[in-house]
């Protein structure tokens, strides 16, 4: 048995979404992407992260209770295993300021509400690498 050239390995992304109705559509968008498993805010995202680290994206709202996109990215990001995952933050908070937090908490992308279908599939591709 010949091995799974890379390309042909499915893909998995993390989305995380607190509000359940943007959660399920995001997971309809991505599905031709890949592998999507969800995540109600930023503790349960972890928590999925720290049993299986093999995920290839994380996609995430910032404002969630528990715990926002800020801190989950800058967790992963301090988190050996979890480091090499590229976050992409989805937000309605659109300042310069905001984006800056993002980047800086360790967001290779941001995207804000409301957005575009084809700009979120192209910047998730382009974060995935294909």
């Given at each position: 048995?010949?091995?799974?050239?890379?390309?042909?390995?499915?893909?998995?992304?993390?989305?995380?979404e607190?509000?359940?109705?943007v959660?399920?559509?995001?997971?309809h968008?991505?599905?031709s992407?890949?592998?999507?498993?969800?995540?109600?805010?930023?503790?349960e995202?972890?928590?999925?992260l720290?049993?299986?680290?093999?995920?290839?994206?994380?996609?995430?709202?910032?404002?969630?209770?528990?715990?926002d996109?800020?801190?989950?990215s800058?967790?992963?990001k301090?988190h050996?295993r979890?480091?090499?995952i590229?976050?992409?933050?989805?937000?309605?908070?659109?300042?310069?300021?905001?984006?800056?937090a993002?980047?800086n908490?360790?967001?290779?992308?941001?995207?804000?509400?409301?957005?575009?279908?084809?700009?979120?599939?192209?910047?998730v591709?382009r974060a995935?690498?294909?």
């Amino acid at each position: 048995m010949s091995p799974v050239p890379h390309s042909a390995v499915p893909k998995r992304i993390l989305v995380v979404e607190d509000d359940a109705d943007v959660r399920r559509m995001l997971q309809h968008m991505l599905v031709s992407l890949g592998q999507v498993v969800p995540a109600a805010d930023g503790v349960e995202a972890l928590s999925h992260l720290e049993r299986d680290p093999s995920f290839d994206l994380v996609v995430t709202d910032l404002m969630m209770p528990e715990m926002d996109g800020l801190t989950l990215s800058k967790r992963m990001k301090s988190h050996p295993r979890l480091a090499r995952i590229p976050v992409l933050m989805l937000t309605a908070k659109n300042t310069p300021k905001d984006v800056i937090a993002g980047i800086n908490a360790g967001a290779r992308h941001y995207v804000t509400k409301p957005f575009k279908q084809q700009e979120l599939l192209e910047k998730v591709k382009r974060a995935l690498g294909i």
